[in-house]
């Protein structure tokens, strides 16, 4: 298949491109490169170093004997996105070119504008292009489980049937989201399924739970072509920022109770589910949703299962609550489907202290560059759109409790 | 009380300054104009002459012995909507000012990124500005019945009680727009529900019928305090369009079989639902959607009741059913509540006939303005993206029958 990945030189898309690849489809990519600019901004850098995109290529050229078709562009730019999608032909577009950040989205106004900015109207530019150019494409939109919020009742793929005073339909299932940035995956949504409907596009939209991790079995010893792993308030996910306190010695940073509940998957597993939505593509008009993670935590359970691993390795872990830089429930109920991936082949990773292991020991030799970086590891981004930094709180949760 | 009407010098905006101001509420607005320019891009113009802004200013002080406090400004442009607000420090914020037409969002794709764009950031910015500078004003935000779609189910007033799985949990309505214009005010809602729950803002979020008419009681006679009525197959909506046709002698332009089901209200409705809003704010950090329409009709109804309208006023009116441009049903099942503002004191205004003869009275002196634009009155914006002028399809209708 001719694969087009948005976003390629991010965390999940540069790994992605690899494995794709392997698996002897043809990729090409585009990428503003704007995730580097971005972290730079707020102070962080990847604990495992990001090489230029040029010897990124050039890597991906020595290893793979073929060519990761690349152009920088911004998705924003209708003209760039629909010159190279009709040059390229794609079968299916895998969308990850977006700001992913939550904390990010909540610096201030600036910063939340740009981001629904950024999102949806490259997104619509996307949706848009496909109809011109390749209306018989398959769209792997990247979404998040962040869309559903924490309800109080199970959460299905998407949709869900209802009965409400005495009549039946099958609704999409509402979105109660946690901040600009989930709220332009939201947006995004909406309009992908309503493309489906209107131009019979088709569309597989991943609500993604937090991936971590540093490793796919495609990427090989090669320095060039490690993805990159952020650790910073804004770009670095749970278990990764978890990961890298760890090595360094800094304690791990639960905010609030900690009893936040997530989905959550290692990096192996969310190209395992992209690869397969790929090559699994919806009939012309479908717009279906898959939830896509390995299995729900809390991020309390989650930072002792990294304190365990960390005690594998002879490293000393302790956990401190700080108060919650965001407005969340911080004890609820969390329960979604994620039945479609697996129906179609999905094989879940179970042994999360095995792939924390290799994490912490891929993160050992950047403890440097994490250090060099510390003072980005305690958040001071708030909700209510103020910067104040987090302070430990276990004495006041202990009183409590 | 201080309110602050954005898109002032609008449909909407300029008759609810006068009735605000004519209730003793200080009223400032802002408008871009941007309407003006719309509908002239469209090829079509007001039936009803619409002065230019310095004189509806100086007609509105001639009237009210009041000054409408006004600023010509962009809301992208957040300096300016900041400085507005902190400067007039509203106790209510009405926000009408975005981009109102489903079709223009429809005709291509830099037509659909506008919309979004201009609808979506602009009220992102308010609320930003809400937040920074009148926290405990009360935003009532413009949305449209539109967003909730054509439901199998009952539609309740934004929120519903469910039981799923044998949970219960009150959540947001679901919501499936027909158009990236109906999609960005689903947008604004999702954002402006957040604002609220993030930092107490308050909102009362409209989910607004289709609105008709030319008069409010506290309109007066001065020409330059009229509102603008547009016709074309951008900015007409369905019964302004109707009545346009009818007193030109045009057939009234059914799409489809013409079984939409909608909420519609007259203008008046409108502008007393807007008013008991402002006069009855939530608590803080309450965020509750009224749907505000008078009744649901089919756009064939409508056509009828404006056939027998004409008729008393001696004009022989035709109906005709024109292949669909839009992408939807043309029959379904549409039950929305509207107890709130009922709640509140609304009393809808019932006589529809009454209206309808005030209206095409109204319009016979400006005959000859709705014949120079003729051309608009048939659609040819396709929700699949191209254009082509829609033909009669009665006879294909009639052998289905």
């Not at 690349?70 to 977006?98: C, M, S």
């Not at 995956?185 to 609500?207: E, P, Q, Y």
């Not at 190209?271 to 790929?278: G, K």
Request: hydrophobic share 40%.
């Amino acid at each position: 298949m001719r694969v087009f990945i948005a976003g390629v030189d991010g965390y999940l898309g540069f790994p992605l491109a690899q494995h794709l690849t392997a698996r002897g489809h043809a990729v090409a990519g585009a990428d503003m490169l704007l995730r580097r600019q971005w972290v730079d901004e707020v102070g962080g850098q990847s604990a495992i170093p990001v090489y230029a995109i040029e010897e990124r290529l050039e890597a991906f050229r020595e290893r793979n004997t073929a060519n990761l078709t690349f152009r920088k562009g911004d998705f924003l730019d209708y003209p760039f996105i629909l010159g190279f999608l009709n040059d390229f032909q794609p079968d299916a577009i895998v969308h990850l070119g977006e700001m992913p950040s939550a904390p990010y989205s909540m610096i201030d106004q600036a910063h939340a504008v740009f981001t629904q900015k950024n999102n949806v109207l490259g997104n619509l530019n996307i949706l848009w292009a496909m109809r011109e150019v390749c209306p018989n494409a398959h769209l792997v939109k990247l979404g998040t489980m962040g869309e559903y919020g924490t309800p109080n009742v199970d959460i299905p793929e998407g949709f869900f049937e209802i009965e409400y005073r005495g009549r039946k339909d099958t609704l999409p299932f509402p979105r109660q989201a946690g901040s600009f940035y989930h709220w332009s995956k939201v947006h995004d949504s909406g309009n992908t399924m309503f493309a489906c409907r209107i131009w019979g596009l088709r569309s597989t939209d991943i609500m993604q739970g937090v991936v971590f991790g540093t490793q796919i079995d495609a990427m090989g010893d090669d320095p060039r072509l490690r993805s990159r792993l952020d650790f910073d308030q804004c770009f670095g996910t749970a278990i990764n920022r978890f990961c890298c306190q760890a090595v360094i010695g800094h304690p791990l940073t639960l905010y609030g109770l900690g009893g936040q509940t997530r989905g959550f998957l290692p990096l192996r597993d969310s190209i395992q589910c992209l690869t397969i939505a790929v090559e699994n593509p919806p009939t012309a008009g479908e717009y279906r949703v898959f939830n896509q993670f390995e299995e729900c935590y809390t991020v309390e359970e989650l930072a002792y299962k990294v304190q365990r691993a960390a005690a594998d390795l002879g490293l000393s872990v302790t956990i401190h609550h700080y108060d919650n830089p965001r407005k969340e429930q911080e004890r609820h109920y969390m329960n979604p489907d994620r039945n479609h991936l697996i129906d179609l082949g999905y094989k879940p990773t179970h042994d999360v202290h095995a792939e924390l292991k290799i994490m912490l020991k891929d993160l050992m030799p950047h403890r440097e560059r994490i250090e060099q970086k510390r003072d980005v590891l305690v958040p001071d981004i708030r909700w209510d759109g103020t910067r104040r930094r987090s302070e430990i709180i276990d004495e006041q949760l202990s009183a409590v409790k």
